[in-house]
Nanobody, 122 residues
Framework: QVQLVESGGGLVQAGGSLRLSCVAS????????MGWYRQVPGQQRELVAA???????NYADSVKGRFTISRDGAENMLYLQMNSLKPEDTAVYYC????????????????WGQGTQVTVSS
């Protein structure tokens, strides 16, 4: 059984920074593709950033240059460093993982965390 648990969300002023963390437990291994999604009530969940087991990254255009995804395979940790936050970044952020990057990128990841709220005030 794989479990993903996020932390690090909170309330921050526009222009500020937050660092989200996701710890993976269970049978997850370093070859899993991992990523961060976010969702605003009434809207579809969107991929924010993803990283392959080999370290290749992909970002949504709206966060390029501001967010950085990273992972520590030895510790089964995933991070999202968010800088220059904007009110439109307000959402629930979810950690996701799948054996295949294509599944994760398509929104069909097998494993999901419970989400952590990020609120950016103007």
């Amino acid at each position: 059984q794989v479990q993903l648990v996020e932390s690090g969300g909170g309330l921050v002023q526009a222009g500020g920074s937050l660092r989200l963390s996701c710890v993976a437990s269970g049978s997850i291994r370093s070859f899993f593709a991992m990523g961060w999604y976010r969702q605003v009530p009434g809207q579809q969940r969107e991929l924010v950033a993803a990283i392959t087991s080999g370290g290749m990254t992909n970002y949504a255009d709206s966060v390029k240059g501001r967010f950085t995804i990273s992972r520590d395979g030895a510790e089964n940790m995933l991070y999202l460093q968010m800088n220059s936050l904007k009110p439109e970044d307000t959402a629930v952020y979810y950690c996701a993982a799948d054996r295949w990057y294509s599944n994760l990128a398509a929104g069909g990841a097998e494993y999901w965390g419970q989400g952590t709220q990020v609120t950016v005030s103007s």
